[in-house]
């Protein structure tokens, strides 16, 4: 399995970011795909999740900021983030749960800085 993340980036205070992550190589159906943010200095917290029926879940700190979708056909689950804080600045994650076991991708840096 390879969850390859992509779309990272710097962008200033106020800016947008689309992260997409594309899943290869799963063999079990997806429950569900996630993204997870880490800063340097704290523990990795979950943004949102998408489940296979399309339902979503968003970390409080970033409802109305952040929308998470996918598309099965590809097997990609996408990150839009708008009005991005430097308290965003983090390295983010993609997460596979299927049901063979859980996968993570390798990262993107997202940097929010003027």
């Known amino acids: 399995v390879q969850l390859q993340a992509s779309g990272g980036g710097l962008v200033q205070p106020g800016g947008s970011l689309r992260l997409s992550c594309a899943a290869s190589g799963i063999a079990s159906s997806i429950i569900v795909m996630a993204w997870y943010r880490q800063a340097p200095g704290k523990q990795r917290e979950l943004v949102a999740a998408?489940?296979?029926?399309?339902?979503?879940n968003y970390a409080d700190s970033l409802k109305g900021r952040v929308t998470i979708s996918r598309d099965n056909a590809k097997n990609t689950v996408y990150l839009q983030m708008n009005s991005l804080k430097p308290e965003d600045t983090a390295v983010y994650y993609c997460?596979?749960?299927?049901?063979?076991?859980?996968?993570w991708g390798q990262g993107t840096q997202v940097t929010v800085s003027s």
């Open positions: 998408i489940f296979s029926g399309g339902s979503t």
């Open positions: 997460n596979v749960a299927t049901t063979g076991g859980a996968h």
